[in-house]
């Protein structure tokens, strides 16, 4: 395999950015889809402009710019006319144009329509000449996940060089012929050509249904062959109800909800039963797994084995660690819960493994920390890894490696329905907890434009006036050229001066430390910050119960399925909660798919509702699933696929499961680097 420095014009400095995207070689470079794409409409009438959105427009620069500095930004402006009418045109730190662009000159300008006051303006335009432009029209033009330093032409430009070096990077088709002609599927070096540079919208939509296909196929053909590979287990930890669990869950200031119930006496029929548990537990945001997941814990200690309770992140481990010790020493449970994480010292790290080798403690929750190799159990009877999708399908594996014929519990809030999860948890029972616990005041709802921004400052001022807290969510972290968007910084530093009198504003997001992430979360738990505005991080299980109203910025960005998510952070405790779900555009359709979230809190129902509203030919929009993320599959929208994809599995296994026959040595080695390479980058 090539690096991707082979390819003409990528440096030592471009090789480290494309390494931060998680691409290494020339074939991860294949395989890093367009994000989106760009397609460049011919040129508007100026007379007729009136919504904000990309256009581009066809005209004569009517002056020389002038620039003057704002703050610390040169703004640039002129304006453009055609014979419709004339626009203001105004750029951000291009001083340059002020003596490369010349009054007179005519050109195409494309960029976006904002309102400066009441006035319609063009801002950052990209500059072209008549005939370049024309060459574009219409032109599918891929749109990258970005990282900054790296740009989308250097991706286009690197992309385009790798395509063109055929011969040395062309594979040989390795789907066998039976399977690509059963499900019509395009031929391999076509679907990866068309993918990233289109030749129209015909070819991009077969391109796209093979990759599908082929992720989902590869993905299933991997679990499957991981778990021929460790079949059945037999119970090696039998365990009756105790005594002491019974007393436990009698003492909790609630009682279990009827769903949680049959639940916990499915747990407690599996950790009795012939064979080993291997349980996925469904439910949505906010139906108390967690207590599930203690209970089964506290069951195994009091049998004198270990569990474990694996989380994906630093945030949540804590959490966990904190309200399960909290609890346990309310009703007097005497069982030792330690908690072990990356980001502890390596004195902390030390003491932690010996107190799991010498069974001081019987319950072991944290991070992947949890599966390094220093780390050894103790009669390690339980394992289970809550929001699992996002974990690596073989981290799941390792963890459960460290025990002997131990139990597994995995739990998941994403809605999946359960045709879908039988096929993609395969090797699982899988029980769901169809209810909300009833003390649950639900939660109101509104969905709103950019333009009650102001009203929606005021009432989180209200809120936080009476003590409770407020979660604000931001696509970003940081500015980017490619993407329009509030981030988090800007965001953070606008409310400052909005808010201001004695409300602390807190920021979070994934490219922080995870010490510092700890302890904003720990100062927002603490009500020591009462605004957080964050990144979709806090989207993973977080329980601060005096949080009341969550608002989420370019709210048309998310699938519906990650706002409902996000919107499981309020609602958690007594009191009304809120959510502010702002879209920056007023499209119809978005609105419409928006407004499902005023109509209904259940989890499945909205995913299924989204996919109704977009239907499966809405291949260009946002995800749907916003967690379960395949690189370019959609369990959701492309449900269709993904069944055909599991028929092709089963059908190939029971002829050829080792895939030993001639006709499938292609597949066998694809399959082998696909499991090496990329199955544990997938965020499943
Ligand atoms: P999730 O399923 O999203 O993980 P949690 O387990 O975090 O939900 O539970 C959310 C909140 O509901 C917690 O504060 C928990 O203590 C509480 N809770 C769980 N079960 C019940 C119940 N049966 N009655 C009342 N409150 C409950
Ligand atoms: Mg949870």
Redesign the pocket.
């Known amino acids: 395999m090539s690096l991707i420095r082979s390819l003409k014009g990528v440096g030592e400095k471009a090789e480290v950015l494309f390494g931060k995207l998680g691409v290494k070689t020339v074939e991860d470079l294949l395989h890093y889809y367009p994000r989106n794409y760009d397609i460049y409409e011919a040129p508007e009438a100026i007379g007729s402009l009136v919504t904000t959105r990309v256009v581009a427009v066809e005209g004569v620069i009517e002056r020389a710019p002038t620039a003057k500095k704002i703050k610390n930004l040169q703004v640039v402006t002129t304006s453009i006319r055609d014979a419709t009418g004339s626009i203001p045109v105004t750029w951000y730190n291009m001083i340059f144009l002020q003596k490369s662009l010349r009054g007179g000159t005519r050109c195409v300008l494309r960029g976006r329509l904002v309102y400066k006051g009441k006035q319609l303006t063009l801002e950052q335009p990209q500059i072209f000449m008549l005939a370049d432009y024309d060459s574009l029209i219409h032109v599918m033009q891929p749109v990258y996940t970005l990282t900054k330093g790296l740009s989308i032409h250097a991706i286009r430009k690197a992309v385009g060089q790798a395509l063109e070096k055929t011969e040395e990077y062309q594979r040989r088709e390795y789907l066998p012929a039976k399977i690509r002609e059963k499900y019509e599927l395009a031929e391999y070096n076509f679907a990866i050509r068309n993918i990233h540079f289109p030749k129209d919208m015909d070819s991009y939509v077969i391109a796209r249904k093979r990759l599908v296909f082929e992720e989902f196929f590869l993905f299933l053909l991997a679990i499957r062959r991981l778990k021929e590979a460790n079949d059945i287990t037999k119970n090696a930890y039998p365990m009756e109800g105790s005594k002491e669990t019974e007393q436990f869950l009698n003492s909790l200031p609630?009682?279990?909800?009827r769903a949680?119930e049959r639940v916990w006496r499915e747990i407690q029929h599996d950790l009795r039963g012939e064979k080993a548990m291997n349980r996925l537990i469904q439910?949505d945001?906010?139906?108390?797994?967690?207590?599930l997941a203690v209970l089964a814990l506290l069951e195994v200690a009091n049998h004198g084995c270990q569990g474990a309770l694996m989380v994906p992140t630093e945030v949540l481990a804590k959490q966990h660690y904190e309200s399960i010790t909290a609890l346990f020493l309310a009703h007097g449970v005497e069982k030792r819960v330690i908690l072990l994480t990356g980001s502890m010292t390596a004195k902390e790290k030390r003491l932690a493994y010996e107190d799991i080798a010498t069974h001081k403690s019987d319950i072991i929750i944290g991070t992947h920390a949890l599966i390094q190799e220093k780390v050894v159990y103790d009669r390690l009877a339980l394992v289970i890894t809550d929001e699992q999708h996002r974990f690596g399908v073989s981290q799941r594996e390792l963890l459960a490696d460290k025990g002997e014929a131990v139990h597994i519990l995995v739990m998941s809030?994403t809605p999946i329905p359960r045709t879908l999860a039988i096929i993609l948890y395969g090797d699982l029972d899988i029980s769901v907890v169809d209810e909300l616990?009833a003390?649950r005041v639900p939660i109101k709802n509104c969905v709103v434009n950019t333009s009650y921004r102001p009203q929606a400052y005021r009432f989180i001022k209200k809120e936080a006036a009476c003590g409770h807290q407020i979660y604000v969510i931001c696509p970003m972290v940081e500015e980017s050229e490619s993407m329009e968007a509030e981030n988090v910084e800007d965001y953070a530093n606008k409310l400052r001066t909005e808010l201001r009198d004695g409300i602390t504003i807190g920021v979070l997001h994934g490219k922080m430390r995870p010490q510092q992430k700890n302890s904003i979360m720990e100062a927002f738990e603490k009500n020591e910050i009462q605004v957080l505005v964050s990144t979709t991080v806090v989207e993973v299980?977080v329980?601060v119960?005096n949080a009341t109203v969550m608002m989420v910025e370019n709210a048309e960005r998310f699938g519906l399925a990650q706002l409902h998510q996000l919107r499981?952070r309020v609602g958690?405790g007594k009191e009304q909660s809120y959510c502010i779900f702002v879209s920056a555009t007023d499209k119809k359709e978005t609105m419409e798919r928006l407004k499902i979230l005023n109509g209904s809190n259940d989890g499945f129902y909205i995913a299924k509702e989204d996919l109704r509203l977009r239907g499966p030919g809405d291949l260009l929009g946002i995800r749907q699933s916003g967690s379960m993320e395949f690189q370019i599959g959609d369990i959701f929208s492309d449900a269709a696929i993904l069944t055909d994809a599991a028929e092709a599995v089963s059908q190939l296994a029971a002829k050829d499961i080792c895939l030993e026959m001639e006709e499938h040595a292609e597949l066998s080695r694809y399959l082998k680097e696909y499991m090496e390479e990329r199955l544990d980058r997938l965020n499943l």
């Open positions: 609630f009682q279990l909800t949680q439910g945001v906010g139906s108390g797994k967690t207590i809030a616990p003390n299980g329980n119960p499981g958690r």
